[in-house]
């Protein structure tokens, strides 16, 4: 039997700090995942479930975007893909019952670790204007209402339509559709909070949004740098492949201002050597970086490159550079001419210690560098990620086996979102073949991000909002700016599995929708559907859920979307042709669609039924081939950036704990961390405590510092205790989405316009 909710919020004054972890996963991260696996679903349920992760005919992990390995192990492990299944397979439920018993005044009083663990939506739910309860609505009712409001729109721009990274390539296509069907780009997502910088600065370098290294060629790499990533908790597969190229003879670079378990030793549960013999060191040299320090690294990498190559010759790929890149001498004159000083202070790393990294890129016959959210949320991470490329393209690294840029997606179809058109910038050929195949015309302004589409609601500017998956009002920068947007739209819909703080901070009126998620059957037209799924290294492959959905009449994301199409289409001229009811009814029949407009998805449906997954084009990976302006791969010349701390002040990075999806909590601790039974944790170092005058475990406000057009903002957080931590001077790290009052709005990356989440300035304040 699965055991009841927990009661309480998280009670801080438990918390208990312990010594760090030197290693990942092992035992003890089995032990945890099966805990939790039957609190939220009992022993039966957990065994079968765990059983069809990532396996053929199973269903893809909600987890992260990592690939599956070709050989599948017969139950392959992951601690927090287990959680994350089990967060979803609950047999917890918030139902009718539920809200009547809870007012949404109440439900806002709890914290998102409480609300998330109280289950599975199963009932669509509306709160009236004024209302203090939710009230069940029947799925037609809740339909109309949100069709009417979306065709009483004067102006289509008035809606903004959010997507998470869940949502399978199906519903986001017939969403998008949707969305621009009725005439707007409004199409932000969880990606412009997440590695947009990355999409950003590949786009422009080399011709591509996504990385160009597949599983192999991470087992083939001579050299591995992983910066800016903690993959023993958000990646936790990656560590086995990190562990088969080391095998092979690899050398791994760990660049992080923390010490992350993960990073160090390995203990594989799934061999003896990780079960009983201590498992296997993973990084070879770990350099503790500066926040914000990584540009610095990657030019004086490119740097020290240069110059042996000009003292000694025999470093640079100079075919590869004639023949498929522009750019070159002028990054060279740029790095040539950058003195060490302020490469040493950005980096915190001294000339000496500069060159000897370098030398081991030198050393390197092939090249990945992974990343995720330690280089994409930094005000100059797009320039930063540029400065990755240049490095790489020196030695000819991109489209040979074992190297390439490796951006590390997180949510688990992300990436899939963006390939079939969940983006506020659409391309024209996207938008032309769009057109096409559904007899209208698409409009062409570009739509707002996420940052913009809360600038909107601030403004007043937004009437209708509508979120498949996610959790807006938490996963956001500004949350006290987020609410207060939120409450000035006219009809908020919420596509949701479970119940979080999105639900509780809401428009005039709110509408939840429940559905299903990746391991729910979903049954339509009479037949088992099957959706897909684009991992982080551009493999497409189908998920099959088999386990019996929460609630009888569930809809799919699929479902209320294609509902919702022929809805709001049904008698409007100039709006998108196709048959709704058929796409409903089944899902091949919208393969066939993608197939027809975006490249790479022809035979869409056969091809799933017959390999497991298949890759889509990517030019420079499969040809060198780059679709730039210019069609060449493009070094660029960077000015160095990097934070600035003022005096007094320290730079703050929200992170993920290891028990938490996002927004979702999973529990109370942070293991490898040495963090137990509470969040609310500065991690810090110890002599800064003492230095800015606090005493180790005191209890601070953090109030972050921010200039704006109008002067000096500051923004609050209460009640964070200080724990000593090994990280660089100045440089704290604290939880989100709790830090996430602290981001001011404005505080976005030059180019992607993703918030600075991995740099916030911020002092302490007795309480
Ligand atoms: N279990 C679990 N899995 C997840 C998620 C989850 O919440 N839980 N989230 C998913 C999602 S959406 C994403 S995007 C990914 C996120 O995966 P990560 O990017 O690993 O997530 P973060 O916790 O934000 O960790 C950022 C890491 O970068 C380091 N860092 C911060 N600033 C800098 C810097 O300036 N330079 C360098 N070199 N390092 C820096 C931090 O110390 C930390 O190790 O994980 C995905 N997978
Ligand atoms: N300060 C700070 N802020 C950040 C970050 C950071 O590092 N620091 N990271 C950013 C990043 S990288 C990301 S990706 C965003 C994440 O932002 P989001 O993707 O918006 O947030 P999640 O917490 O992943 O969303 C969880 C909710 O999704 C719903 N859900 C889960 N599965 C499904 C499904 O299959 N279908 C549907 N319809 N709903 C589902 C559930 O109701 C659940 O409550 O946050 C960003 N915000
Ligand atoms: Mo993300």
Excluded at 60 to 85: I, S, T
Excluded at 249 to 272: C, D, H, M
Excluded at 352 to 367: G, H, M, N, P, Q
Excluded at 384 to 411: S, Y
């Amino acid at each position: 039997m699965a055991t009841k909710p927990p009661t309480e919020d998280i009670d801080e004054s438990r918390l208990r700090i312990r010594e760090r972890d030197h290693s990942a996963v092992g035992v003890p991260a089995v032990m945890n995942a099966l805990k939790m696996s039957f609190e939220q679903m009992g022993v039966v349920r957990s065994a079968r479930t765990l059983l069809r992760v990532n396996q053929k005919n199973g269903f893809d992990c909600p987890g992260c975007a990592w690939p599956e390995e070709d050989r599948r192990h017969a139950a392959e492990f992951c601690e927090n893909g287990a959680k994350a299944v089990a967060e979803e397979a609950t047999l917890r439920r918030v139902g009718p019952a539920f809200f009547a018993h809870h007012s949404v005044a109440e439900l806002r009083e709890h914290d998102d670790y409480w609300l998330g663990q109280q289950g599975r939506l199963t009932t669509p739910m509306l709160l009236e204007e004024g209302a203090s309860h939710y009230r069940p609505i029947s799925w037609d009712a809740a339909l109309d209402e949100i069709a009417a409001a979306l065709r009483a729109l004067d102006d289509p721009d008035d809606a903004v339509f959010y997507t998470s990274g869940r949502t399978s390539n199906e519903a986001a296509f017939v969403y998008q559709l949707l969305v621009r069907g009725l005439g707007t780009n409004n199409l932000p997502d969880c990606s412009n909070m997440c590695h947009e910088s990355s999409g950003s600065a590949l786009n422009q370098t080399i011709g591509i949004g996504k990385g160009t290294v597949s599983i192999s060629d991470i087992h083939e790499a001579d050299l591995l740098i992983v910066a800016g990533q903690n993959p023993g908790t958000n990646h936790p597969r990656m560590l086995s492949a990190l562990e088969k190229a080391k095998d092979k003879g690899a050398t791994i670079i760990a660049v992080n201002p923390l010490p992350e378990a993960g990073l160090f030793q390995f203990k594989n549960p799934q061999t003896p050597r990780g079960v009983l013999l201590g498992g296997t060191k993973l990084a070879d040299d770990f350099v503790q970086i500066r926040l914000g320090g990584d540009q610095a690294l990657f030019q004086a990498i490119g740097k020290h490159l240069l110059e042996v190559e000009a003292r000694e010759g025999g470093v640079l790929d100079t075919g590869f550079i004639a023949a498929h890149t522009a750019g070159f001498d002028d990054y060279a004159a740029h790095v040539g001419s950058l003195p060490w000083g302020p490469l040493e202070e950005a980096t915190g790393l001294s000339e000496a210690r500069l060159r000897e990294i370098a030398e081991r890129v030198r050393a390197s016959k092939s090249t990945i560098v992974c990343w995720a959210m330690g280089l994409t949320q930094h005000k100059h991470s797009v320039p930063t990620l540029r400065d990755v490329v240049n490095v790489l393209l020196l030695q000819g690294n991109i489209g040979r086996p074992g190297a390439g840029v490796c951006p590390v997606r997180g949510h688990s179809n992300v990436q899939g979102d963006r390939t079939v058109g969940i983006y506020e910038k659409p391309a024209e050929a996207f938008l032309d073949a769009l057109d096409r195949e559904f007899a209208f015309t698409a409009p062409r302004k570009y739509g707002y991000d996420t940052v913009e589409a809360i600038r909107a609601m601030r403004d007043g500017k937004v009437r209708v909002f509508m979120a498949m998956g996610g959790n807006f009002v938490s996963a956001t920068p500004d949350t006290r700016v987020v609410e207060e947007g939120m409450s000035r739209v006219g009809l908020t819909v919420q596509v949701s599995t479970k119940l979080n703080r999105s639900h509780v901070v809401h428009g005039r009126r709110a509408i939840i929708l429940p559905t299903l998620g990746r391991t729910d059957r979903d049954r339509r037209g009479g037949a088992d559907q099957r959706v897909t799924v684009e991992d982080s290294m551009g493999a497409v492959h189908g998920s099959r859920g088999r386990l019996a959905p929460p609630a009888e009449d569930l809809l799919s994301e699929v479902a209320i979307l294609a509902r919702l199409c022929a809805l709001v289409f049904a008698d409007r001229p100039g709006t998108p042709r196709a048959d709704w009811r058929g796409l409903e009814n089944d899902y091949a029949a919208i393969r066939g669609h993608i197939g027809n407009v975006i490249p790479g998805f022809e035979d869409y449906d056969a091809r799933i039924d017959k390999g497991r997954s298949f890759f889509l084009p990517n030019g420079p990976r499969d040809e060198r081939r780059f679709t730039t302006p210019n069609g060449k791969a493009n070094f660029t010349a960077n000015p160095l950036e990097y934070p600035v701390i003022p005096e007094g002040r320290v730079l703050l990075q929200t992170l993920r704990s290891h028990d938490q999806y996002n927004t979702t909590i999973y529990g109370k601790d942070d293991r490898y961390r040495g963090i137990h039974d509470g969040r609310r944790v500065v991690l810090i170092h110890p002599d800064d405590i003492r230095e800015l005058g606090f005493a180790e475990g005191e209890l601070v406000d953090l109030v972050s510092e921010w200039t704006g057009p109008g002067g000096l903002e500051e923004r609050r957080a209460e009640e964070f205790r200080l724990v000593p931590y090994d990280t660089p001077r100045r440089n704290a790290a604290a939880y989100y989405p709790e830090t996430n009052v602290l981001v001011p709005l404005d505080s976005t990356a030059d180019v992607s316009g993703t918030p600075t989440s991995k740099a916030v300035v911020v002092r302490f304040e007795k309480r």
